[in-house]
């Protein structure tokens, strides 16, 4: 498949990348073929990660080598150009009150737009998730509209409150728990997104999709009340992919 390069990450895993930016077609098509590889069991295959807009293949190194999995995924690249089936759209409630939101008035000055509309924008999209990394659980999701695409922050916050709703380029994510961050903090979700125990640990995964539903300051409080209490389980619809 033209456009594809394949490239060594040491001696035990294999990079296939598909571009050199952001793009959901870019995505999807990475993890087509991760889902390819899953159903194919090359032997030697440890794991598969997926980035923004390539696949990092993770072999042993005793049972296979690079130019052999180069040549078994070439073999492969048409078998992803199909649909990937159904994934998940989340429901996640999202606060905007002032109390949760230290940056929506200067990213409404800064985009022109009033807080009311930088929540309908951001609320009104239905976000792909692209990449979970950084920390455990968090989810790089886009694309933002484009009227709320801004730069990083030039003074990043040294602790950023877990659950934070935040945005800087055409990204937007949660914080799953406190930690440094240059984004800009638009809202807050009152939901856990990672747990050793869960079946699946991270609660969003690339290919997912994410919507926020706004909720008021005392619903906030009430689902996290509920989360704690492991009384609350974060809605979700089965969409086509």
């Known amino acids: ?3 594809v390069r394949f490239l060594p990450a040491g001696d035990r895993a294999l990079v296939v990348e598909f571009g050199d930016h952001i793009e959901r077609a870019l995505s999807e098509r990475v993890l087509r073929l991760a889902e390819r590889l899953k159903e194919l069991r090359l032997q030697g295959v440890i ?4 980035t923004f807009r390539s696949l990092l293949v993770r072999y042993d190194p005793s049972q296979t080598s690079g130019a052999a999995l180069e040549k078994e995924i070439g073999a492969h690249l048409e078998d992803e150009a199909g649909a990937r089936g159904e ?8 606060c905007y009150d002032e109390r949760c939101a230290p940056d929506l008035a200067e990213v409404a000055q800064r985009t022109k737009l009033t807080t009311t509309e930088v929540i309908a924008r951001h609320s009104g999209t239905q976000f792909l998730v692209y990449v979970v990394g950084f920390a455990a659980g968090f989810p790089y999701m ?3 509209p484009s009227e709320l695409v801004l730069p990083r922050r030039t003074d990043p916050r040294v602790r950023v409150p ?3 709703i935040a945005m800087a380029t055409t990204l937007t994510g949660i914080y799953p728990l406190e930690s440094p961050g240059g984004w800009h903090l638009i809202g ?7 747990d050793a125990q869960w079946e699946r640990p991270a609660l969003l995964r690339p290919g997912d999709f994410a919507k926020f539903e706004p909720v008021d300051f005392a619903e906030y409080e009430r689902i996290r009340a509920a989360v704690e209490g492991n009384d609350y389980d974060v809605p979700f619809t089965m969409i086509a992919a």
């Not at 994934?87 to 999202?94: K, Q, V």
Request: neutral net charge; proline residues 11%; hydrophobic residues 45%.
């Open 87 to 94: 994934t998940r759209l989340w429901h996640i409630p999202a």
């Open 188 to 194: 807050a979700a009152p939901i856990r997104l990672f």
């Open 162 to 164: 877990a659950g934070s």
């Open 142 to 144: 886009g694309d933002l």
């Open 47 to 50: 794991e598969t990660l997926p």
């Open 1 to 3: 498949m033209t456009g």
